[in-house]
């Protein structure tokens, strides 16, 4: 190991993961920072990821592997902490991996309690949605971070999510602040809102933050629709209701109790939301997307709409990095206003350069009407992308209904 670096302990809690136990730590065994140990957590799985565990600790001295009953990803992260020898610890899931300079630029200094990073939403080699912290890069110090994180870290009312991803995996913790935390967080049971259990609360404590605005994280996402096993759990509410009341006693213990309360309650309350995607009522989902899943990362594209729609979609574009938005337009160019963006008449797409059209509305209706003016400004079918929370795509894939050009 090399003496001049603090040890780096990475902790991998392993559930049934023997598709990709092997990627996700030979990523690891890539990197460029020397001194690091790898704890691999055994949560008992029932498949042969802990034959593989075993084999590969066989292979690197770097390596330990334990196995222990299946208990929770929160319980085998608290137990592979105890075990760790690391100044610092950091998490990554056994079915992600990491970028091989994940942590060759971090600067882990005595005077820092976290590091914070981005995040890559991974689907597929075309579709990534790459997600930098939502706050400014740089480094904290405690009246700061009371004074501009806290506020908005579990709900931010601009985003309408957390300012803060709660995950553990994007971030490096001093060891001495975290295992505290995770040792209350395995106590709840829980696969929603455990790691909220143990980033939010930890936030009111710590003394100095240090912000990265970089991505060396790869998640790998469900497919596209897919719902979370932990939503889909016929005790998802009792257990999410368990992860409010520990977030609000803890929370009650700080001074901040007031600043933390009205975004406890929405985070509660959007939490419950997500329950609704197991039942076949679409008329009941209030979340807009932008269609990531339909267009390839890094496609230049014309946002076609300036409503709140548009807002929404432009926003979301903006904090994931995933497309370049070449033009803005609106039927309504003229009386549109927007602080630091121009909207154009769409008869700028006749002249422009991109790969798609998104039209950001809602309804069918003015959907197709608005696809049948791209027609007759040369933009060809398979350029054009609509998504609504609402009406039958193919429908709308397939019929071309009759009318005005959209104004």
């Given at each position: 190991?090399?003496?001049?670096?603090?040890?780096?302990?990475?902790?991998?809690?392993?559930?049934n993961q023997e598709r990709y136990i092997n990627e996700c730590v030979k990523s690891i065994l890539k990197q460029k920072y020397?001194?690091?140990?790898?704890?691999?957590?055994?949560?008992?799985?029932?498949?042969?990821?802990?034959?593989?565990?075993?084999?590969?600790?066989?292979?690197?001295?770097?390596?330990?592997?334990?196995?222990?009953?299946?208990?929770?990803?929160?319980?085998?992260?608290?137990?592979?902490?105890?075990?760790?020898?690391?100044?610092?610890?950091?998490?990554?899931?056994?079915?992600?991996?990491?970028?091989?300079?994940?942590?060759?630029?971090?600067?882990?200094?005595?005077?820092?309690?976290?590091?914070i990073t981005g995040i890559c939403r991974y689907i597929d080699a075309k579709h990534q949605i790459m997600q930098l912290p939502?706050?400014?890069?740089?480094?904290?110090?405690?009246?700061?971070?009371?004074?501009?994180?806290?506020?908005?870290?579990?709900?931010?009312?601009?985003?309408?999510?957390?300012?803060?991803?709660?995950?553990?995996?994007?971030?490096?913790?001093?060891?001495?602040?975290?295992?505290?935390?995770?040792?209350?967080?395995?106590?709840?049971?829980?696969?929603?809102?455990?790691?909220?259990?143990?980033?939010?609360?930890?936030?009111?404590?710590?003394?100095?933050?240090?912000?990265?605005?970089?991505?060396?994280?790869?998640?790998?996402?469900?497919?596209?629709?897919?719902?979370?096993?932990?939503?889909?759990?016929?005790?998802?509410?009792?257990?999410?209701?368990?992860?409010?009341?520990?977030?609000?006693?803890?929370?009650?213990?700080?001074?901040?109790?007031?600043?933390?309360?009205?975004?406890?309650?929405?985070?509660?309350?959007?939490?419950?939301?997500?329950?609704?995607?197991?039942?076949?009522?679409?008329?009941?989902?209030?979340?807009?997307?932008?269609?990531?899943?339909?267009?390839?990362?890094?496609?230049?594209?014309?946002?076609?709409?300036?409503?709140?729609?548009?807002?929404?979609?432009?926003?979301?574009?903006?904090?994931?990095?995933?497309?370049?938005?070449?033009?803005?337009?609106?039927?309504?160019?003229?009386?549109?206003?927007?602080?630091?963006?121009?909207?154009?008449?769409?008869?700028?797409?006749?002249?422009?350069?991109?790969?798609?059209?998104?039209?950001?509305?809602?309804?069918?209706?003015?959907?197709?009407?608005?696809?049948?003016?791209?027609?007759?400004?040369?933009?060809?079918?398979?350029?054009?992308?609509?998504?609504?929370?609402?009406?039958?795509?193919?429908?709308?894939?397939?019929?071309?209904?009759?009318?005005?050009?959209?104004?």
């Amino acid at each position: 190991m090399t003496k001049n670096k603090p040890l780096l302990s990475i902790i991998v809690p392993v559930y049934n993961q023997e598709r990709y136990i092997n990627e996700c730590v030979k990523s690891i065994l890539k990197q460029k920072y020397l001194t690091l140990e790898i704890i691999l957590v055994d949560d008992g799985s029932s498949d042969q990821s802990g034959v593989l565990c075993d084999a590969l600790a066989e292979e690197n001295a770097s390596i330990k592997v334990l196995h222990v009953k299946n208990g929770g990803v929160s319980k085998a992260r608290f137990l592979g902490v105890k075990v760790s020898k690391g100044d610092w610890i950091t998490f990554v899931d056994a079915d992600d991996w990491i970028d091989e300079n994940a942590y060759k630029d971090i600067i882990l200094e005595n005077s820092c309690d976290l590091v914070i990073t981005g995040i890559c939403r991974y689907i597929d080699a075309k579709h990534q949605i790459m997600q930098l912290p939502y706050l400014r890069e740089g480094a904290f110090n405690k009246k700061e971070i009371i004074d501009e994180i806290v506020p908005v870290m579990l709900w931010n009312p601009r985003q309408e999510t957390w300012a803060l991803d709660p995950s553990l995996c994007t971030k490096i913790f001093k060891r001495k602040i975290i295992l505290e935390y995770l040792e209350k967080s395995s106590e709840i049971d829980s696969h929603y809102g455990d790691d909220s259990t143990v980033i939010f609360p930890l936030m009111l404590q710590v003394e100095s933050v240090q912000i990265i605005r970089k991505i060396y994280y790869y998640h790998r996402q469900r497919g596209a629709g897919e719902i979370p096993p932990y939503i889909k759990d016929e005790d998802f509410i009792s257990k999410l209701y368990k992860v409010y009341e520990n977030l609000k006693r803890r929370f009650q213990e700080t001074p901040y109790w007031e600043v933390m309360k009205p975004q406890l309650d929405c985070f509660y309350i959007n939490s419950v939301e997500l329950k609704k995607r197991c039942y076949e009522y679409p008329q009941l989902e209030i979340l807009a997307h932008f269609p990531f899943d339909r267009i390839p990362q890094e496609s230049r594209v014309v946002l076609y709409g300036a409503g709140n729609l548009g807002k929404q979609y432009w926003e979301q574009n903006f904090r994931y990095h995933f497309c370049k938005i070449v033009s803005w337009v609106d039927g309504n160019y003229r009386t549109k206003e927007m602080e630091h963006h121009v909207i154009e008449n769409p008869e700028v797409i006749k002249k422009g350069d991109f790969d798609y059209v998104v039209i950001a509305v809602d309804d069918y209706y003015v959907a197709k009407e608005i696809a049948l003016y791209l027609n007759e400004l040369g933009v060809k079918k398979e350029q054009i992308v609509w998504h609504s929370i609402r009406a039958n795509h193919k429908e709308f894939e397939e019929c071309s209904p009759k009318g005005e050009k959209p104004i």
